[in-house]
């Protein structure tokens, strides 16, 4: 189970294991704040979470991280032209 952040301004995106402590949590998304910090919040806690760092901020589970997972993005024209083809 992960959680995928994605912010359309940056082009910046993250994975993460969706599961900590042995509970499995269920994100939405929260309107941007004004210092352009991307959060979210678990429905079973309420706790508020950082989308890029993974990181509780406020809340029951503050301090504690999600596991980051590696995560590759690119462009679909990078695709087409055989960027990979090198790999």
Known sequence: DVVVTFDQ???TGAIFKRTIEGRSLTFHPLPNTDQGIMLMQDQETGSTWQAFTGRAID???AGKALARLPSHYSFWFGLA????DQV
Do not use: A, H, L, Y
């Open 9 to 11: 301004i940056s082009e």
């Open 59 to 61: 809340g029951p589970m």
């Open 81 to 84: 032209n055989g960027v990979f």
